[in-house]
T-cell receptor, first 115, second 112 residues
């Protein structure tokens, strides 16, 4: 089975711009979660999508948003970029059954640099 | 207090040593635990997944959970230079979806 794929792998943007990152989960996985990883804060949960619905949201400002498509692929968007948004953005996919937690598998990440 | 506290690194050991990596957590809701290994500039790779107290073994890796003391550990036997990476513990709960809370990570170096 192919793993989680993320595009693009690297991105350089300037302050004030917006960016869209893409994630394709493992085939058959319906849950997609997004995380931000920085040296100072470590790995922090952004949000989770399941069946095209946001099911969980972390403590990030509204500039961070996402969506999921019917084929389970997901995108996240960051508007009005700030220098502090420079980070590795990771996507994780998981299968799901009600009331049961499954392992989450991460993609390679998109490294975003804001200048 | 952070939800997941992880022993700070870096940790340097000789090849063949037994490595012990530890985390504590503060929330007692039903939960599960994972250990990830992350090489530099790569995404985290799932090593172990467990949700019950006790030990779970997979090759050279053993995950240990003690829910009474809110303590989780990962043991690596016969450590190899290829084990040099950052190890992240994570806890999640099944209430309303998949959300993992991570420790800060322990950087491990296994030296020849």
């Amino acid at each position: 089975k192919a793993g989680v794929t993320q595009t693009p792998r690297y991105l350089i943007k300037t302050r004030g711009q917006q960016v869209t990152l893409s994630c394709s989960p493992i085939s058959g996985h319906r849950s997609v979660s997004w995380y931000q990883q920085t040296p100072g804060q470590g790995l922090q949960f952004l949000f989770e999508y399941f069946s095209e619905t946001q099911r969980n949201k972390g403590n990030f400002p509204g500039r961070f948003s996402g969506r999921q498509f019917s084929n389970s692929r997901s995108e996240m968007n960051v508007s009005t970029l700030e220098l502090g948004d420079s980070a590795l953005y990771l996507c994780a996919s998981s299968s799901h059954r009600q009331g049961v937690a499954y392992e989450q598998y991460f993609g390679p990440g998109t490294r975003l640099t804001v200048t | 207090q952070k939800e997941v506290e992880q022993d700070p690194g870096p940790l340097s050991v000789p090849e063949g040593a037994i490595v012990s990596l530890n985390c504590t957590y503060s929330n007692s809701a039903f939960q599960y635990f994972m250990w990830y290994r992350q090489y530099s500039r790569k995404g985290p790779e799932l090593l172990m997944y467990t949700y019950s107290s006790g030990n779970k073994e997979d090759g050279r890796f053993t995950a240990q959970v003690d829910k009474s003391s809110k303590y989780i550990s990962l043991f690596i036997r016969d450590s190899q230079p290829s084990d040099s990476a950052t190890y992240l513990c994570a806890r999640g709960d099944t209430g309303g979806g998949n959300k993992l809370t991570f420790g800060t990570g322990t950087q491990l170096k296994v030296e020849l």
